[in-house]
Protein backbone atom coordinates (compact mmCIF):
# COMPACT_ATOMS: atom_id res chain seq x y z
CA UNK A 1 0.00 0.00 0.00
CA UNK A 2 1.03 3.50 -1.02
CA UNK A 3 1.53 6.52 1.15
CA UNK A 4 -0.53 7.88 -0.88
CA UNK A 5 -3.26 5.14 -0.54
CA UNK A 6 -2.54 5.41 3.91
CA UNK A 7 -3.23 9.25 3.53
CA UNK A 8 -6.58 8.47 1.73
CA UNK A 9 -8.10 5.83 4.14
CA UNK A 10 -6.65 8.57 7.15
CA UNK A 11 -8.92 11.09 5.58
CA UNK A 12 -11.83 8.75 4.80
CA UNK A 13 -11.52 7.62 8.17
CA UNK A 14 -11.58 11.50 9.31
CA UNK A 15 -14.73 11.99 6.96
CA UNK A 16 -16.71 8.65 8.41
CA UNK A 17 -16.44 9.99 11.94
CA UNK A 18 -17.74 13.74 10.90
CA UNK A 19 -20.69 12.19 8.74
CA UNK A 20 -21.93 9.76 11.45
CA UNK A 21 -21.82 12.32 14.39
CA UNK A 22 -24.37 14.47 11.85
CA UNK A 23 -26.47 10.98 11.51
CA UNK A 24 -26.43 9.43 14.72
CA UNK A 25 -27.50 11.96 17.03
CA UNK A 26 -30.56 12.57 14.82
CA UNK A 27 -30.87 8.28 14.75
CA UNK A 28 -30.72 8.14 18.69
CA UNK A 29 -33.48 10.57 18.87
CA UNK A 30 -35.68 8.98 16.56
CA UNK A 31 -35.48 6.00 17.39
CA UNK A 32 -36.14 7.13 21.80
CA UNK A 33 -38.95 8.81 20.28
CA UNK A 34 -40.73 6.09 18.10
CA UNK A 35 -39.74 2.94 20.11
CA UNK A 36 -39.08 4.60 23.53
CA UNK A 37 -35.34 2.31 23.29
CA UNK A 38 -32.57 2.14 21.05
CA UNK A 39 -32.30 -0.48 18.20
CA UNK A 40 -28.36 -1.64 18.48
CA UNK A 41 -28.82 -3.17 14.66
CA UNK A 42 -30.02 -0.36 12.73
CA UNK A 43 -26.91 1.71 14.18
CA UNK A 44 -24.64 -0.70 13.28
CA UNK A 45 -26.31 -0.88 10.04
CA UNK A 46 -25.83 2.95 9.55
CA UNK A 47 -22.53 3.07 10.55
CA UNK A 48 -21.09 0.19 8.65
CA UNK A 49 -22.48 1.74 5.48
CA UNK A 50 -21.66 4.77 6.18
CA UNK A 51 -17.93 3.67 6.88
CA UNK A 52 -18.07 1.58 3.41
CA UNK A 53 -18.66 4.63 1.61
CA UNK A 54 -16.54 7.51 3.06
CA UNK A 55 -13.59 5.04 2.66
CA UNK A 56 -14.19 4.22 -0.94
CA UNK A 57 -14.62 7.45 -1.88
CA UNK A 58 -11.43 8.17 -0.37
CA UNK A 59 -9.77 5.42 -2.19
CA UNK A 60 -11.61 6.32 -5.41
CA UNK A 61 -10.76 10.06 -5.91
CA UNK A 62 -8.08 10.67 -3.27
CA UNK A 63 -5.09 12.54 -3.42
CA UNK A 64 -6.21 14.91 -5.25
CA UNK A 65 -4.06 16.24 -7.87
CA UNK A 66 -1.63 18.85 -6.66
CA UNK A 67 0.55 21.42 -8.21
CA UNK A 68 3.11 19.42 -9.71
CA UNK A 69 1.60 16.13 -10.61
CA UNK A 70 2.20 14.46 -13.83
CA UNK A 71 -0.88 15.08 -16.46
CA UNK A 72 -2.14 11.29 -17.62
CA UNK A 73 -1.17 10.53 -21.01
CA UNK A 74 -4.61 8.11 -21.43
CA UNK A 75 -7.65 8.97 -19.76
CA UNK A 76 -9.88 6.59 -21.39
CA UNK A 77 -9.53 2.66 -21.83
CA UNK A 78 -12.04 0.74 -23.59
CA UNK A 79 -10.72 -2.05 -24.28
CA UNK A 80 -12.74 -4.75 -22.25
CA UNK A 81 -10.22 -7.35 -20.21
CA UNK A 82 -6.99 -5.48 -20.82
CA UNK A 83 -5.36 -5.80 -17.57
CA UNK A 84 -4.47 -9.74 -18.76
CA UNK A 85 -2.47 -8.05 -21.49
CA UNK A 86 -1.39 -5.33 -18.98
CA UNK A 87 0.10 -7.82 -16.41
CA UNK A 88 1.84 -10.03 -18.92
CA UNK A 89 3.79 -6.54 -19.75
CA UNK A 90 4.90 -5.91 -16.63
CA UNK A 91 5.73 -9.63 -15.89
CA UNK A 92 7.92 -9.06 -19.04
CA UNK A 93 9.48 -5.80 -17.88
CA UNK A 94 9.90 -6.36 -14.11
CA UNK A 95 9.99 -10.45 -14.42
CA UNK A 96 7.87 -10.80 -11.69
CA UNK A 97 5.21 -13.45 -11.07
CA UNK A 98 1.54 -12.66 -12.38
CA UNK A 99 0.11 -12.71 -8.58
CA UNK A 100 2.45 -9.97 -7.72
CA UNK A 101 1.83 -7.70 -10.36
CA UNK A 102 0.56 -4.56 -9.57
CA UNK A 103 -2.21 -4.56 -12.25
CA UNK A 104 -3.42 -7.81 -10.83
CA UNK A 105 -3.22 -6.60 -7.20
CA UNK A 106 -5.01 -3.20 -8.77
CA UNK A 107 -7.45 -5.50 -10.30
CA UNK A 108 -8.29 -7.97 -6.91
CA UNK A 109 -8.55 -5.08 -5.23
CA UNK A 110 -11.26 -3.26 -7.67
CA UNK A 111 -13.31 -6.56 -7.32
CA UNK A 112 -12.86 -6.69 -3.02
CA UNK A 113 -13.83 -2.36 -2.90
CA UNK A 114 -17.35 -3.90 -3.80
CA UNK A 115 -17.80 -6.48 -1.96
CA UNK A 116 -19.43 -4.64 0.65
CA UNK A 117 -21.48 -3.41 -1.33
CA UNK A 118 -23.18 -6.50 -2.84
CA UNK A 119 -23.31 -7.93 0.85
CA UNK A 120 -25.56 -4.76 1.54
CA UNK A 121 -27.79 -5.15 -1.04
CA UNK A 122 -28.63 -8.59 0.28
CA UNK A 123 -28.29 -8.62 3.53
CA UNK A 124 -29.69 -4.72 4.50
CA UNK A 125 -31.69 -4.03 1.22
CA UNK A 126 -33.30 -7.08 0.72
CA UNK A 127 -31.74 -7.26 -3.36
CA UNK A 128 -31.77 -10.34 -5.74
CA UNK A 129 -29.11 -10.74 -7.60
CA UNK A 130 -30.32 -8.72 -10.62
CA UNK A 131 -30.89 -5.71 -8.63
CA UNK A 132 -27.36 -6.05 -6.78
CA UNK A 133 -25.72 -6.46 -10.18
CA UNK A 134 -27.50 -3.20 -11.42
CA UNK A 135 -26.77 -1.67 -7.95
CA UNK A 136 -22.96 -2.14 -8.60
CA UNK A 137 -23.01 -0.95 -12.71
CA UNK A 138 -24.27 2.44 -11.61
CA UNK A 139 -22.56 2.97 -8.84
CA UNK A 140 -19.07 2.20 -10.53
CA UNK A 141 -20.37 3.88 -13.85
CA UNK A 142 -21.52 6.74 -11.83
CA UNK A 143 -17.54 6.46 -10.54
CA UNK A 144 -15.97 6.25 -13.49
CA UNK A 145 -17.86 9.27 -15.09
CA UNK A 146 -16.85 11.61 -12.11
CA UNK A 147 -13.30 10.59 -12.83
CA UNK A 148 -13.56 11.27 -16.27
CA UNK A 149 -15.20 14.34 -16.33
CA UNK A 150 -12.38 15.76 -13.38
CA UNK A 151 -14.89 15.13 -10.33
CA UNK A 152 -17.41 16.78 -12.66
CA UNK A 153 -15.19 20.20 -13.42
CA UNK A 154 -14.16 20.76 -9.56
CA UNK A 155 -10.49 19.08 -9.92
CA UNK A 156 -7.93 21.04 -12.59
CA UNK A 157 -7.72 18.15 -15.04
CA UNK A 158 -8.69 13.96 -14.98
CA UNK A 159 -6.19 12.84 -12.67
CA UNK A 160 -8.15 9.11 -12.72
CA UNK A 161 -8.55 6.91 -16.44
CA UNK A 162 -12.01 6.05 -16.75
CA UNK A 163 -11.31 2.11 -17.10
CA UNK A 164 -13.83 -0.15 -18.53
CA UNK A 165 -12.16 -2.72 -16.74
CA UNK A 166 -12.64 -1.48 -13.58
CA UNK A 167 -16.70 -1.00 -14.34
CA UNK A 168 -16.87 -5.20 -15.00
CA UNK A 169 -14.14 -5.82 -11.78
CA UNK A 170 -16.58 -3.73 -9.75
CA UNK A 171 -19.59 -4.76 -10.80
CA UNK A 172 -18.42 -8.38 -10.35
CA UNK A 173 -17.54 -7.61 -6.77
CA UNK A 174 -20.72 -6.86 -6.03
CA UNK A 175 -22.23 -10.08 -7.45
CA UNK A 176 -19.76 -11.94 -4.95
CA UNK A 177 -20.69 -10.01 -2.60
CA UNK A 178 -24.45 -10.69 -2.99
CA UNK A 179 -23.87 -14.49 -3.25
CA UNK A 180 -21.61 -14.00 0.05
CA UNK A 181 -24.31 -12.24 1.98
CA UNK A 182 -27.19 -15.13 0.63
CA UNK A 183 -24.50 -17.70 2.10
CA UNK A 184 -24.44 -15.65 5.34
CA UNK A 185 -28.06 -15.85 5.45
CA UNK A 186 -28.27 -19.02 4.42
CA UNK A 187 -26.40 -20.07 7.70
CA UNK A 188 -27.85 -18.08 10.21
CA UNK A 189 -31.33 -19.13 9.86
CA UNK A 190 -30.42 -23.00 9.56
CA UNK A 191 -30.57 -23.94 13.53
CA UNK A 192 -28.12 -26.61 13.91
CA UNK A 193 -30.63 -29.41 14.70
CA UNK A 194 -28.80 -31.66 17.71
CA UNK A 195 -30.15 -35.49 18.01
CA UNK A 196 -30.31 -35.91 22.00
CA UNK A 197 -28.42 -39.01 22.90
CA UNK A 198 -30.07 -41.83 23.04
CA UNK A 199 -29.74 -44.03 26.41
CA UNK A 200 -28.95 -47.39 25.88
CA UNK A 201 -29.53 -49.91 28.45
CA UNK A 202 -26.88 -52.28 29.15
CA UNK A 203 -27.73 -56.06 30.52
CA UNK A 204 -24.46 -57.33 31.98
CA UNK A 205 -25.97 -60.73 32.20
CA UNK A 206 -26.85 -60.58 28.39
CA UNK A 207 -23.76 -61.90 26.13
CA UNK A 208 -22.71 -60.32 23.43
Known amino acids: MTNAQVT ?4 GLIGFFALWTVVLVPQLITQLARHSGLRLRAIVSTGAVLFYTCMTLAVVFLPLPGPGTRRLSQTVQLHPFQWIADIHTEMLKHGSEWFLTQTFQQACLNVLLFVPLGVFARILWRRGLTGTVLIGF ?3 LLIE ?3 VTANFGTAPYVYR ?9 NTFGAG ?3 VFGALLLALLRSPVRVQPARRERVHLAQTR
Do not use: E, P, R
Open 8 to 11: ALQY
Open 138 to 140: TAS
Open 145 to 147: ITQ
Open 161 to 169: IFDVDDLMN
Open 176 to 178: VGW
